[in-house]
């Protein structure tokens, strides 16, 4: 499987700030996912992040709020804009594995917003 | 109702033990199916893919019943390096998206 790293692995921000987290993979892959885990919580997806074309995101999650650059294959970056401290979450980037279906997550990103 | 279904637990079992895990999911179009495991503060990892034919590796068999939309996951002999979050998961329908629904869990916790 990919190698998959982040930055940053942790921050602390303030309200109405934004962040800009980074994902890189050791290898080039098509298809980047963008992952939220809200404490005590599971992982829901954000946006699908394919090169070359924009993000696509799920319902509940908009541009505005979390941009999303994908400029070459082997790296993606996710922004949470106007942090608030309902955005206080763990952030992930996933890539699609060479078998049907499956995905492999970086270590993610823990966001605190006081 | 949630897309996928699971018992938040905690299981709390003895080492060598048989443990076993339930999930149901709510897409009769999802496609594909997972178990991955989540160490406390660590990202999910892969454990295995589901197959309705059943699958075994090692200590553990998943099992996938898609007619009663039903996923089991069965540990045997388990181990203390087996407590962890159990996320089950499923593919959500749309072919070509790959995206994935997580259930929310179960614990896993092995006691010496």
């Known amino acids: 499987s990919a190698v998959i790293s982040q930055k940053p692995s942790r921050d602390i921000c303030q309200r109405g700030t934004s962040l800009t987290i980074q994902c890189q993979v050791d290898?080039?892959?098509?298809?980047m996912f963008w992952y939220r885990q809200q404490p005590g919580q599971s992982l829901t997806l954000i946006a699908t992040?394919?090169?070359?074309?924009?993000?696509?995101?799920e319902s509940g999650f908009v541009i505005d709020k979390f941009p999303i650059s994908r400029p070459n294959l082997t790296f993606s970056t996710l922004t949470v804009s106007n942090m608030s401290p309902e955005d206080s979450s763990i952030y992930l980037c996933?890539?699609?594995?060479?078998?049907?279906?499956?995905?492999?997550f970086g270590p993610g990103t823990r966001l605190t917003v006081l | 109702r949630k897309e996928v279904e699971q018992d938040p637990g905690p299981f709390n079992v003895p080492e060598g033990a048989t443990v076993a895990f339930n999930c149901t999911y709510s897409?009769?179009?999802?496609?594909?199916f997972f178990w991955y495991r989540q160490d406390c503060r660590k990202e999910p990892k892969l454990l295995m893919s589901?197959?309705?034919s059943g699958n075994e590796d090692g200590r553990f068999t998943a099992q996938l019943n898609r007619a009663s939309q039903y996923i089991s996951l069965l540990i045997r002999d388990s181990k203390l390096s087996d407590s962890a979050t159990y996320l089950c998961v499923v593919t959500r329908g749309d072919t070509g998206r790959r995206a994935l629904t997580f259930g929310s869990g179960t614990r896993l916790q092995v006691q010496p």
């Open positions: 897409n009769s179009a999802s496609q594909s």
């Open positions: 290898s080039q892959v098509t298809m």
């Open positions: 996933s890539v699609a594995g060479r078998a049907k279906d499956t995905q492999y």
């Open positions: 992040a394919n090169q070359g074309s924009e993000a696509t995101y």
């Open positions: 589901v197959y309705s």
